[in-house]
Each structure stands twice: as structure tokens, then as C-alpha cells.
């Protein structure tokens, strides 16, 4: 599902686009194993394209140093485009999201993810993402873990 031929730019022409939240990114720069980590390593590849907002990397900007995780690694990603970041959702499209959220103050990444085109919106965030809510009033966007995407591209290979 995820391999296929490569373009001209490196990534594949039907790889997954995978929006990011901010919990995954933090998870990825912090660890040097496990699922979202290994989002990283894909996107490395070209096996999935990866897709941010603003709002999502000034939200992982205020988190780094908590984790002990220096700037400039998140830097290095975006520079080296393994993330790209897209626009942020306009206001009035954000407000639409923020009946579906427990916390509104997570509606722009909801917004993102639809915006972006992407195929999946991944995130760690039990409480307020990973919700039945969420999941069905984004769908055909698919809402997972890192874990339940990998195990999800293991059942569809």
C-alpha cells in the first residue's frame, strides 16, 4: 500500500499523506525507536509524505525542551522537508471543528488535517483526538496512533 514507484522528487506517486500532530512529532524527536519514530524514517524514504501546520510546530517549539529535545533537531527535519508544512486552516473553518473537540483549543489541527488532503491524521492524544467523535466526523480521514497506523498498514499490504 505504502510502496510504490518513485517520482522525480523521491516520494512515491501514491505514498500516504500523513498529517501530523504535534504529540507525534515530540514522540518521534524524543525516542530513537518506536512508532512514531519510525513515521519519521518513512517519510525519510518517501514511503509517506508527511504534512504539519504552523500551529502544530509552534505547539512542539514549546514542548522541546521538556522532553530535552534540542531546536535545531526540529529544524533539521523541516530544512531537510522530511515534514512540510502547510498552511494553517482559516478561522471560519477551524470554528466549524470546535463542536467535534473536547478541546477546542485542538480544532486547527482537525482543521488542518481535512484542509491538507492527507489520508490519515495521526497523534497520541487519547483524551481529546483519538476519540470515536473525532474519528467519525473526519471520516473518509482516517484517525490513528502511530501503533494502530502501523498495525492498520500491516493488515492492508
Known amino acids: 500500500m505504502i510502496n510504490s514507484r518513485k517520482n522525480n522528487r523521491g516520494a512515491s506517486r501514491r505514498s500516504l499523506t500523513v498529517f501530523l500532530d504535534s504529540s507525534v512529532i515530540l514522540s518521534a524527536l524524543a525516542s530513537p525507536s518506536g512508532g512514531s ?11 509517506l509524505r508527511l504534512l ?5 510546530i509552534e505547539e512542539v517549539a514549546k514542548h522541546l525542551h521538556k522532553l530535552g ?14 515534514i512540510r508544512v502547510i498552511s494553517d486552516a482559516p478561522q471560519h473553518i477551524i470554528k466549524k471543528f470546535h463542536s467535534v473537540i473536547v ?7 482537525l482543521a488542518g488535517a481535512v484542509l491538507s ?3 490519515v491524521l495521526l497523534s497520541l492524544d ?3 483526538i483519538l476519540t470515536d467523535r473525532v474519528r467519525k466526523a473526519l471520516k473518509p480521514l482516517l484517525v490513528f ?11 492492508h499490504r
Open 37 to 47: 519514530r519510525k513515521i519519521l524514517y518513512a517519510g525519510t524514504k518517501g514511503k
Open 52 to 56: 504539519t501546520s504552523p500551529f502544530v
Open 69 to 82: 529535545v534540542k531546536p535545531n533537531e526540529l529544524e533539521i527535519l523541516l530544512k531537510k522537508k522530511v
Open 103 to 109: 478541546d477546542p483549543d485542538d480544532a486547527p489541527i
Open 117 to 119: 488532503g492527507s489520508h
Open 126 to 128: 487519547k483524551g481529546h
Open 145 to 155: 496512533s502511530p501503533k494502530e497506523f502501523w498495525e492498520w498498514v500491516e493488515k
